[in-house]
């Protein structure tokens, strides 16, 4: 067949790129694989790959090319597309990999956080009670609300007190205690 041969390498514009903005205007004997990452692999299995020019864009008064795959020579486009296939599988696989990595590495770290909880609950004689809020055991600590602790929480809007052991609790729940 006439065309080009993989000896001579695909023919390329000054830019060392080949425009190809009509499907006619591919260099015979050559092949356009629209793939991410082509080029990259193409260089790493030493095959003669051209980035293709497909049109242009407009940008701050500059014309940009537009480039959506590669042009390689016939000879080599199945040995290309086996490569990136399996390039992409593994990708999905290291990605899959790490995905369930981390999914591991978080429950781990809940375990670990619990079982810190669960030691200083104890070290500290202290209970869980409903509600998030800890009394230590045998009537412990009362809560006072001195007048001055008063204020208006800046994420909720509303009135607050603040006892002296940092329980912050609404001014209406505050006034029920007492």
């Known amino acids: 067949s006439s065309g080009i041969n993989a ?6 514009n000054d830019f060392g790129n ?6 006619w205007m591919l260099p015979p004997g050559t092949v356009h694989l629209n793939l ?3 080029y990259s692999l193409a260089r790493k299995l030493g095959i003669d790959a051209a980035h293709a020019v497909t049109g242009f864009e407009f940008a701050r008064c500059r014309a940009v090319p537009v480039t959506n795959g590669v042009i390689v020579c016939e000879e080599f486009a199945e040995t290309l597309c086996c490569a990136w296939e399996e390039q992409s599988r593994n990708h999905t696989e290291r990605t899959e990999e790490k995905r369930v ?9 809940l ?3 619990l079982l810190i909880k669960e030691k200083i609950l104890k070290k500290y004689d202290m209970t ?3 509600g998030g809020s800890r009394k230590k055991k045998g009537g412990g600590h009362v809560h006072v609300y001195p007048a001055r602790s008063k204020r208006k929480d800046k ?3 509303q009135m607050v007190q603040k006892c002296s052991c940092g329980l912050v609790v609404p001014v209406e729940s505050c006034e029920e205690e007492l």
């Open 7 to 12: 000896e001579y390498g695909v023919p390329r």
């Open 18 to 23: 080949v425009e190809l903005f009509k499907p």
């Open 36 to 38: 991410p990452g082509t």
């Open 101 to 109: 990595e981390k999914i591991y590495d978080n429950w781990k770290l």
């Open 111 to 113: 375990i670990k956080s």
């Open 128 to 130: 869980s009670e409903e």
């Open 155 to 157: 994420v909720t809007g």
